[in-house]
């Protein structure tokens, strides 16, 4: 029998409370993290300011008013013939501090109807726990996941939202990229992951990345014990973001940098699916002489609550080569990093390598033998408005058609298990990383611009027409 796309794949679309949802403050949602960004730009960082500044513009504070809209953006996910749509719960709807004994009603009362509005279609739900939004208060008072009482708070948000939805969400992940803060010198990265607010090369920034990494693992892996319990019919992923990483030439030196790059920023995944540190990471430890708080009770956390399957993210590939100033092969970021001279970049130059997905999810499928979920792909591109409102953006059709092709080899040929494919950003929404608007990843266009100016008007693309298209015909046609 020859293998295909399974007739009950999860084709939908991926987003993030925080990056769509707007109502900052509405029904008494708190503070969060991305509270505190202000906007970037194409190479300028977004800044995390001590609090809401009122100088200052938060694009995150009204997004694209998704709050107000989901009714009407969700009947155009159905539209397009969306089986899945994978978004966050933002946790300061739910709890607004982080650190209170009961949770938001009216927080609560709003994922009760965007779920039922989602199952009016079909629609499954696919819902991240953290991506990005550590309540603000506990970054003030805590000092983000640095802080072991933090996985308290975070399990008393999962159980919480597990009981409440335990028939209306069956797909969960936990931790959104929880690898990105393998870059422990981007202060950007450790906040959104962790809630670490550094100075620029804190001294102590590895050593608190590795210490709140794991108290995040030993936070999933608890609450896939508990969601198990109160549904064992939940599917409980990691969520990992894998940029491949391949060795500069064929040098012994750069195959082997590329090899502990690899090492470096997968062993959360090992943590995850496997429910142990990799022993190459427990060498790396001794070596480094890196003592994070990590107790017997939390290794057998660890072998216990390993994950049902693999969520990641794919954009692209990146390149590295061996430094003489890093003899001991340590990836330690940006200056390891070569430009790959065969692929073709996007405007924000992020390098473009479809082929690179299907070696991604090789990987995946041979290190963890579980289900694979693709729940971020695509690509961050400017579009125009004609004069009769049309989006001609062939270029994203081209990026996504490509990709698909790709995931299509997976499944077919290489026989990998891939359960879904929700593309990131199906209607245009804030970016992450630069707090744009104007870096757009939608099917549907929403009329605002990075300064937070616009009508908020939703517009089909083109590439709206083509994804109903695939999906209707399960991926054959293209
Ligand atoms: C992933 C995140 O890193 O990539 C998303 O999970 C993010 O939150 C996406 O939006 C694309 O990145 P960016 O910076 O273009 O928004």
Known sequence: MKYKIPKDFLWGGAVAAHQLEGGWQADGKGISIADVMTAGANGVPRQITAGVLSDKFYPNHEAIDFYHHYKEDIKLFAEMGFKSFRTSIAWTRIFPQGDEELPNEAGLKFYDNLFAECHKYGIEPVITLAHFEIPYHLVKEYGGWRDRRVIDFFIRFATTVFKRYRHQVKYWMTFNEINNQTDYQEQFLMATDSGLVLEPNDPDSEALMYQAAHYELVASALAVKIGHQINPEFKIGCMINVSPLYPATCNPQDTFQALKAMQRRYWFADVHALGSYPRHMEAFFAEKGLRSDITAEDRIVLAEGT?????????????????????????????AVQKNPYLQASDWGWPIDPLGLRYSLNWLADHYHKPLMIVENGLGAKDELTADDQIHDQYRIAYLKAHIQAMKDAIEKDGVPVIGYTPWGCIDLVSAGTGQMSKRYGFIYVDRDDQGKGSNRRLKKDSFYWYQKVIKTNGSEL
């Open 307 to 335: 994950v049902d399957y693999i969520g990641f993210s794919y954009y692209n590939s990146m390149t590295v080569a061996a430094q003489t100033t890093n003899p001991e092969f340590h990836f330690v970021g940006p200056e």
